[in-house]
């Protein structure tokens, strides 16, 4: 009989452990994944929460959760602890794996399990059999709803990136990206599932640690968020220094189009291919590729659909269809015991359009929208005009758009203001124009706004 495990871990899956030199491969890695799972199996009923770092033990406990059949989130470990006191009070975990310190009200300290902390009370809802990960929609502050992907949906994601990328046995692929953000979950499995390799190492692409560990192992591939490849011109990245990369991948927010360019000539040098990719984490990651060959006469695109996958445009919303399409959203336990809503179609809340090949451009989001007095306005429009500025993000305040500017001055604030107007054809004081040592980013990378938003109240 069939593992729930063997569409992900195919022949010559394994993992390599930078911080140990060991790798875990073929029986021994489905040993290990066997006893981890056995110990999930005698939880209580419910979903598991798993607090997911970026090693060994977090993915070992995530692959027997999916062994096991029992569905698994992952979650930031660095989670402020109101916000997992919520999610705990909410969806009445099975248990916590991953927990330390003190467990909350009915949950006990318990071992068995490795560091958990398990519900004390036996009862409890048992979440729909399809459904296999759960994965929150906001980082380590707000109120997230859980995104509810079924088994299929995590395979189907999986198959279609090796393919699209085409992911082999002899491909290396280190951890940059969190296990707990759907694009680094998707790394891992699209690289197990091809029966390729995940160098496991959390220490980061800022430390001389994490290149020594791409040099020892081999690795083939690096996949990042624009802030990984702002953070890589910086550090002068070439591809040269690091004869094993052929790869790069870029997903999780549009890349600057002169980055694009720069990184694809630089891989293109070195004899390897950058690929842009558009995704979300109801889709179970990534949804469209633009072939590394069409970077030219389509830059600034999303690229095609990835295999299985189609695209619409319904009102300018950009619509997607595929096997890879959530269940659905949950805020309780009780929602976790439902069915598929969605029938695999996603309104992505993106805005864009398709050209006449086919290729994906996307805009804006529906909802990043303000206004400047009484005129609707397009949020990310304002960012993309602020390109050239250290960094930039824009948020809408209660009577005027609040403008994020990274170490500017009084004459950088003002010119910044004078900018937006004169596009909008506005006054430059419809714009609040403030200065940060930094932009608040979640552990994808990406522009945390409700922290923005937060700052203006």
Not at 97 to 124: C, F, H, I, N, Q
Not at 134 to 145: C, D, F, I, V
Not at 281 to 299: F, I, W
């Amino acid at each position: 009989m069939n593992s729930p495990c063997d569409g992900l871990l195919q022949p010559g899956s394994r993992l390599i452990d930078a911080a140990s030199g060991e790798t875990i491969g073929g029986d021994e890695l489905r040993a290990r994944v066997g006893v981890v799972a056995t110990r999930l199996a005698d939880l209580p009923p419910g979903a598991l929460f798993a607090r997911t770092s970026i090693d060994v033990p977090s993915i070992l406990r995530y692959l027997g959760a999916l062994e096991a059949g029992r569905a698994v989130a992952l979650l930031d470990p660095s989670l402020e602890p109101q916000v997992l006191a919520d999610l705990v009070q909410r969806f009445r975990p099975a248990a916590v794996l991953g927990g330390d310190g003190k467990p909350p009200p009915g949950y006990r300290s318990e071992t068995a399990a490795g560091d958990a902390w398990v519900r004390e009370d036996r009862g409890g809802i048992e979440p729909h059999p399809d459904l296999a990960v759960l994965l929150a929609t906001s980082g380590s502050t707000g109120n997230p709803k859980m995104v509810r992907l079924s088994r299929s949906a995590v395979l189907a994601n999986a198959r279609s990136i090796a393919e699209a990328l085409g992911i082999g046995g002899d491909e290396v692929a280190p951890t940059t990206l969190p296990l707990h953000y759907s694009y680094g979950l998707s790394v891992l499995n699209s690289h197990l599932a091809a029966g390729a390799a995940v160098l496991v190492d959390g220490s980061g692409i800022m430390a001389r640690t994490f290149w020594q560990s791409v040099d020892a192992h081999g690795a083939t591939s690096l996949a990042g968020v624009p802030y990984h490849y702002e953070i890589l011109r910086r550090l002068r990245f070439s591809p040269a220094a690091h004869p094993g990369l052929r790869t790069l991948t870029q997903a999780g927010g549009a890349l600057r189009p002169d980055l694009v360019v720069e990184f694809a000539a630089l891989m293109h040098e070195a004899g390897g291919c950058l690929f842009v990719m558009y995704g979300q984490t109801e889709a179970t990651a990534r949804m469209a590729v633009l072939p590394p060959d069409r970077l030219g006469d389509r830059l600034g695109s999303a690229g095609v659909a990835i295999p299985g996958g189609s695209f619409t445009i319904v009102d300018g919303e950009i619509v997607y269809g595929g096997p890879n399409v959530m269940m659905g959203y949950a805020e309780t336990e009780a929602e976790l015991a439902g069915g598929d809503e969605l029938g695999g179609v996603l309104r992505t809340g993106d805005l864009g359009h398709l050209d006449d090949e086919g290729f994906l451009h996307v805009t804006g989001r529906v909802k990043r929208i303000g206004k400047v007095f009484g005129v609707r306005v397009n949020l990310d429009d304002l960012e993309r005009w602020l390109a050239g500025s250290a960094g930039a993000a824009v948020v809408p305040g209660d009577d005027r758009i609040a403008v994020f500017l990274v170490d500017a001055d009084e004459a950088a604030r003002t010119a910044a203001a004078k900018e937006l107007a004169a596009r909008l054809h506005t006054r430059s004081d419809a714009f609040d124009v403030r200065t940060v040592d930094a932009l608040p980013r979640l552990p994808s990378g990406k522009v945390d706004y409700r922290l923005l938003e937060a700052q203006l109240r």
